[in-house]
Nanobody, 117 residues
Framework: QVQLVESGGGLVQAGGSLRLSCAVS????????VGWYRQAPGKQRELVAF???????NYADSAKGRFTISRDNAKNTVYLQMNTLKPEDTAVYYC???????????WGQGTQVTVSP
């Protein structure tokens, strides 16, 4: 019902910035949340930030103050602006779309972010 395509990952030096994009298509729901998750090799997938259809946002402690999540409803796109990147931010970043009425999740394919020391 919902397709998600992430882009914007790449290789960056510590202290640099990247902006990730999540393009949403297909059938959607009015009440929803879009989140960015990340997973490093051998590690648990963890929530980085999410934004609801009502505009409220939440951030992981590791992201607060450095990352900003936003959405452009006209373009059906959610962004994650990542500043002051650290090597520990290295991971595959996934976009997640959740129908809050039924708690049904959709996932993108992921985009690699690598931060060099």
């Amino acid at each position: 019902q919902v397709q998600l395509v992430e882009s914007g990952g790449g290789l960056v030096q510590a202290g640099g910035s990247l902006r990730l994009s999540c393009a949403v298509s297909g059938s959607t729901f009015s009440i929803n949340a879009v989140g960015w998750y990340r997973q490093a090799p051998g590690k648990q997938r963890e929530l980085v930030a999410f934004i609801t259809s009502g505009g409220s946002t939440n951030y992981a402690d590791s992201a607060k103050g450095r990352f900003t999540i936003s959405r452009d409803n006209a373009k059906n796109t959610v962004y994650l602006q990542m500043n002051t990147l650290k090597p520990e931010d290295t991971a595959v970043y996934y976009c997640n779309y959740r129908n809050l009425a039924g708690a049904k999740d959709y996932w993108g394919q992921g985009t690699q972010v690598t931060v060099s020391p």
